[in-house]
């Protein structure tokens, strides 16, 4: 395997148009994986480890773009983050082991397309875009247009996640991530749910909510949400609506859980959900 690390956005994209069939690379920690394991055995790989532009995090009044070579550790470590998108940061606090999310980056996360990625919902609910460079130009496209199948992006041949932008939620809201998996910590997630609710005087006016584990990809759920816009934050309120999520989620049966379960967890979680709206004290994490 030949490795090419270019030190600039151009190099980068250079190298893919010199090397069509080539693998991007951040931190590895998917893409060695499963080299070993015999299933992709790319012949080139561009790393993007050097790529300082693309590993950097900067506050733009309303939004925080995030370089896709931004680590897990390094979401964790920016004040930024942690004060302004709660949301994302505990995310990542709940993803993999320590050692794993000093190499992770939130680009390879978004790439690698899995039905379970951490990210992906709070990202969702969020209302994140993608910047995405080739040598036609720059061009920004919601994270819901992204990622269109399990494994699979509308990336182009040429092109390179550069970014993702994520606006920073405005006034009081509700932020809520949890993801149940097979054990406590270092798990996959079997079922996860990212949520972003704004409520005034009792009553829900805004409600986001992202599954994650439960589709091909992240399921948003508009008939739930705008079933919640106008009514209080109560258990009844969210007990209400879980017929409308039985409906909209698929999920599988595989060797983590069986479909049977994960529609109970799904419901399950928006319970939970209910339990913070009722007492917003903050965001709520839970594993």
């Known amino acids: 395997m030949n490795i090419l690390f270019p030190t600039s956005v151009e190099a980068a994209l250079d190298a893919l148009q010199v090397n069509p069939t080539a693998r991007v690379m951040a931190g590895g920690t998917d893409l060695l994986v499963k080299r070993r394991a015999g299933s992709e055995t790319p012949e080139i790989v561009v790393c993007l480890e050097k790529v300082a532009d693309i590993s950097c995090i900067e506050v733009q009044e309303d939004r925080i773009r995030i370089g896709a070579a931004t680590t897990m550790s390094g979401l964790l470590d920016n004040t930024d983050i942690r004060e302004r998108l709660p949301l994302l940061h505990r995310a990542a606090e709940v993803f ?17 397309a899995s039905p379970a990625a951490d990210t992906l919902p709070p990202l969702h609910v969020l209302g994140a875009e993608v910047e995405i460079y080739s040598f036609s130009g720059k061009r920004c496209i919601p994270i819901s247009d992204f990622v269109v199948a399990p494994g699979r992006t509308s990336l182009a041949s040429g092109e390179l996640l550069g970014a993702v932008i994520v606006p920073v939620p405005q006034g009081r809201t509700i932020g809520y991530f949890e993801k149940v998996g097979k054990r406590k910590a270092l798990a996959i997630a079997v079922v996860s749910l990212a949520a972003l609710l704004r409520v005034e005087r009792n009553v829900i006016t805004e409600a ?39 409906r909209a989620i698929h999920p599988i049966c595989d060797v983590r859980a069986s479909a049977e379960y994960r529609m109970e967890v799904a419901v399950n979680l928006l319970l939970r959900l209910a339990e913070q709206a009722a007492d917003p004290t903050g965001i709520k994490v839970g594993f």
Do not use: H
């Open 96 to 112: 993999a082991s320590p050692l794993v999310r000093n190499m992770a980056t939130i680009g390879g996360n978004i790439c690698t």
């Open 208 to 246: 986001r909510l992202a599954w994650g584990s439960v589709g091909p990809t992240v399921v948003r759920c508009s008939d739930v949400e705008s079933q919640l816009i106008g009514s209080a934050p109560t258990l009844e309120t969210f007990r209400s609506v879980g017929e409308s999520v039985r």
